[in-house]
């Protein structure tokens, strides 16, 4: 990892609660993730920003466990997660929101809310639920196919903190979404920040990122290439054009 990467991660490094050390990860012969490293500290928002098909969604399949052909070192809190077995994945505090969703389409948002088992102690209650994302309580009697997309991405990341949570990954969650829900999902992940909740989040919306995360890595080629806290953007304005095209 460059000196760069670990200025980046003084703050992870007291005390990360999601390490990851040289992280490969392969599609079929593909090779997709080259040594990625990053660190996350509780109650920290982090998001991956790079190109398209560079491998910041493959970075949050790999450590969820849904990729299973991948080499390196994930551990949660201390515990190393790469034998654990991905139905087993959840149990040990790591949600993942994917950019299509899962809602189940046949059930009701009550429904759906209700039907993944409450596994950790901080799992919060349906009551609890319907005050932070007061459209669902709205909606708790429609079919998941009669929710917009934005009450859709609430729904899926709704869903998750119900089990109790520790690391929540969440891709692309903005992705289509209206301006007005965009900044509500920003409202909702700020309130989640503090509540202690931990966040890594691949993002294409620049500016939502920017008001909700902490720091930054950079991805390019299956590998990160810097890390820098948000309030050092303006610094880093030269390597993002270069990295992203912009």
């Known amino acids: 990892m460059s000196a760069a990467?670990?200025?980046?991660n003084a703050q992870a490094a007291a005390r990360p609660l999601l390490s990851v050390r040289g992280?490969?990860?392969?599609?079929?012969e593909s090779h997709a993730l080259h040594g990625v490293d990053l660190?996350?500290?509780?109650?920290?928002?982090?998001?991956?920003?790079?190109?398209?098909?560079?491998?910041?969604?493959?970075?949050?399949?790999?450590?969820m466990g849904i990729l299973r052909k991948r080499t390196g070192e994930i551990r949660l809190d201390g515990r190393d997660m790469m034998p654990v077995p991905l139905?087993?994945?959840a149990h040990h505090g790591i949600?993942?929101?994917?950019?299509?969703?899962?809602?189940?389409?046949?059930?009701?948002?009550?429904?759906?809310?209700?039907?993944?088992p409450m596994l950790?102690?901080?799992?919060?209650?349906?009551?609890?639920?319907?005050?932070?994302?007061?459209?669902?309580?709205?909606?708790?009697?429609?079919?998941?196919?009669?929710?917009?997309?934005?009450e859709q991405q609430m729904l899926a990341i709704a869903r998750m903190l119900r089990s109790g949570v520790r690391l929540l990954l969440l891709d692309e969650p903005t992705e289509g979404l209206a301006p007005v829900i965009v900044?509500?999902?920003g409202e909702i992940l700020v309130e989640l920040k503090k509540r202690?909740?931990?966040?890594?989040?691949?993002?294409?919306?620049?500016?939502?990122?920017?008001?909700?995360?902490?720091?930054?890595?950079?991805?390019?080629?299956?590998?990160?290439?810097?890390?820098?806290?948000?309030?050092?953007?303006?610094?880093?304005?030269?390597?993002?054009?270069?990295v992203l095209g912009v």
């Not at 992280?23 to 079929?28: D, E, I, K, M, Q």
């Not at 109650?43 to 910041?56: A, D, F, Q, S, Y």
Request: hydrophobic share 40%; glycine share 12%; proline share 3%.
């Open 5 to 8: 990467l670990y200025a980046g």
């Open 23 to 28: 992280l490969n990860a392969w599609y079929g």
């Open 39 to 63: 660190d996350i500290a509780a109650g920290e928002t982090v998001t991956l920003i790079g190109r398209n098909g560079v491998g910041k969604t493959t970075t949050l399949r790999a450590i």
């Open 87 to 89: 139905h087993r994945t």
């Open 95 to 116: 949600g993942y929101v994917p950019e299509e969703r899962g809602i189940f389409a046949s059930l009701t948002v009550e429904e759906n809310l209700t039907l993944p």
């Open 120 to 150: 950790g102690a901080g799992g919060m209650s349906i009551e609890e639920i319907y005050t932070l994302f007061p459209n669902l309580k709205e909606r708790r009697g429609s079919g998941g196919t009669q929710l917009s997309g934005g």
């Open 183 to 185: 900044d509500r999902i």
């Open 196 to 242: 202690g909740l931990t966040v890594l989040l691949v993002e294409q919306n620049f500016r939502f990122a920017a008001k909700v995360a902490d720091r930054f890595y950079l991805m390019d080629h299956g590998q990160m290439v810097d890390s820098f806290a948000t309030r050092d953007l303006p610094a880093h304005r030269d390597r993002l054009a270069e």
